[in-house]
């Protein structure tokens, strides 16, 4: 399974982003889907994220009430909704999904990582 991210770029503070995120090939079914942010040097931080089944999305404290998260089932593609950007929300950005695939064998895919820069 392949992931293809998209939608990063530049953006003033206080500016908005949308990313996307494609899953492609075999999926019998997806239980997690996630965004993670990474500045170099750092760890990689789970910024939002959810269970298939598993109630409502989750955020990571810092982006609580600006980010969302959401997904079109039918084209296997997740969305990073991001309003009232700051320079602190400069990252790389990577989409995680977990499934299975036919056979019920589990897969845990990454996307490619898109920059997304904050500054005036």
């Known amino acids: 399974v392949q992931l293809q991210a998209s939608g990063g770029g530049l953006v003033q503070p206080g500016g908005s982003l949308r990313l996307s995120c494609a899953a492609s090939g075999n999926i019998v079914s997806i239980n997690f889907m996630a965004w993670y942010r990474q500045i170099p040097g750092k760890q990689r931080e789970l910024v939002a994220w959810?269970?298939?089944?598993?109630?409502?999305?989750k955020y990571a404290d810092s982006v609580k009430g600006r980010f969302t998260i959401s997904r079109d089932n039918a084209k296997n593609t997740m969305f990073l909704q991001m309003n009232s950007l700051k320079p602190e929300d400069t990252a790389v950005y990577y989409c995680?999904?977990?499934?299975?695939?036919?056979?019920?064998?589990?897969?845990?895919?990454w996307g490619q990582g898109t920059q997304v820069t904050v500054s005036s």
């Open positions: 995680n999904v977990k499934g299975i695939t036919p056979g019920l064998y589990p897969f845990d895919s």
């Open positions: 959810f269970t298939i089944g598993g109630g409502t999305p």
